[in-house]
T-cell receptor, first 114, second 113 residues
Framework: SQKIEQNSEALNIQEGKTATLTCNYT??????LQWYRQDPGRGPVFLLL?????KEKRKERLKVTFDTTLKQSLFHITASQPADSATYLC?????????????FGAGTQVVVTP | ETGVTQSPTHLIKTRGQQVTLRCSSQ?????VSWYQQALGQGPQFIFQ???????GRGNFPPRFSGLQFPNYSSELNVNALELDDSALYLC????????????FGSGTRLTVV
């Protein structure tokens, strides 16, 4: 069956350190993968998109890697700040789906302490 | 530029009732998708509307239906509500069927009792 797995345990990290989140998928050949941030009671906010032919993408303090052989994406927050505390969701567009049916993981909560 | 607006923000309904949720897409966006997010889970795709036509549907029963209007706003209707329908319902808009990120609204929290 198709699965998208993210660490279910919260990631507790000290301010200034790098947070690394993992997204693993099985039985998908995604056209691209996206990362979103979600705060409690709010909708997800788009952060980054990486395509199947890209290895790495950066935006300010954020970095995403995509390894289609390992079927894994890593999401890094460098120089983390308490304001980065949120749940981070990975989502992919299955290649066989042509109409934007994003499939989401359950998310990983990040807690950044001062 | 306005974002995606959803109404109402919270709603309590009784099992068996019907509910309509509304979404105004971001200015310039012509595609609307609806997602259901249960507590502690990621959003699950319900369906997508593009230029007023449904063009993709997830694993949801027919009692989940929708509409998109000429101004690209949208409604999600759920008939015969069940307790398991309690969730955060999210609307996301994009330009065309986007290869970029979707803009989500803050959602409607539906509680079925």
């Amino acid at each position: 069956s198709q699965k998208i797995e993210q660490n279910s345990e919260a990631l507790n990290i000290q301010e200034g350190k790098t947070a690394t989140l993992t997204c693993n998928y099985t039985n998908y050949s995604p056209a691209y993968l996206q990362w979103y941030r979600q705060d409690p009671g709010r909708g997800p906010v788009f952060l980054l998109l990486i395509r199947e032919n890209e290895k790495e993408k950066r935006k300010e303090r954020l970095k995403v890697t995509f390894d289609t052989t390992l079927k894994q994406s890593l999401f890094h927050i460098t120089a983390s700040q308490p304001a980065d505390s949120a749940t981070y969701l990975c989502a992919l567009l299955p290649t066989t789906d042509s109409w934007g049916k994003l499939q989401f993981g359950a998310g990983t909560q990040v807690v950044v302490t001062p | 530029e306005t974002g995606v607006t959803q109404s109402p923000t919270h709603l309590i309904k009784t099992r068996g009732q019907q509910v309509t949720l509304r979404c105004s897409s971001q200015s310039g966006h012509n595609t609307v998708s609806w997602y259901q997010q249960a507590l502690g889970q990621g959003p699950q795709f319900i369906f997508q509307y593009y230029r007023e036509e449904e063009n993709g549907r997830g694993n949801f029963p027919p009692r989940f239906s929708g509409l998109q209007f000429p101004n690209y706003s949208s409604e999600l209707n759920v008939n015969a509500l069940e307790l398991d329908d309690s969730a955060l319902y999210l609307c996301a808009s994009s330009w065309e069927v986007s290869n970029y990120g979707y803009t989500f609204g803050s959602g409607t929290r539906l509680t079925v009792v």
